[in-house]
């Protein structure tokens, strides 16, 4: 069994900065591409940010040159840095991770969301 923990949401005003964390524990032989996902209200799910176990990156247009994804192999850790947040940015952020298990079958786990609310 694989868990995702997120931590760091809150409430910001526009211009501020954020920075989320998300853990994978659990049962895990090999982590490999973790990013982040958002769902704002009435809104599809949409991505983020995405990070390979190699470390290449990939951007949803809305966010480039303000946010930076990052990850820690050794802690099973990916980071989210938010800078100069917009209200549009306001939304529940999921961690995503697929997860070569133990008995090395792999699968796509999400976490449980944090909520990121940007006042204007």
């Known amino acids: 069994q694989v868990q995702l923990v997120e931590s760091g949401g809150g409430l910001v005003q526009a211009g501020g900065s954020l920075r989320l964390s998300c853990a994978a524990r659990?049962?895990?032989?090999?982590?490999?591409?973790m990013g982040w996902y958002r769902q704002a209200p009435g809104k599809q799910r949409e991505l983020v940010a995405t990070?390979?176990?190699?470390?290449?990156?990939n951007y949803a247009d809305s966010v480039k040159g303000r946010f930076t994804i990052s990850r820690d192999n050794a802690k099973n850790t990916v980071y989210l840095q938010m800078n100069s947040l917009k209200p549009e940015d306001t939304a529940l952020y999921y961690c995503n991770a697929v997860i070569t298990s133990a008995w090395y079958t792999s699968t796509d786990y999400w976490g449980q969301g944090t909520q990121v609310t940007v006042s204007s």
């Open positions: 659990g049962n895990i032989y090999r982590v490999n591409a």
């Open positions: 990070s390979t176990s190699g470390g290449a990156t």
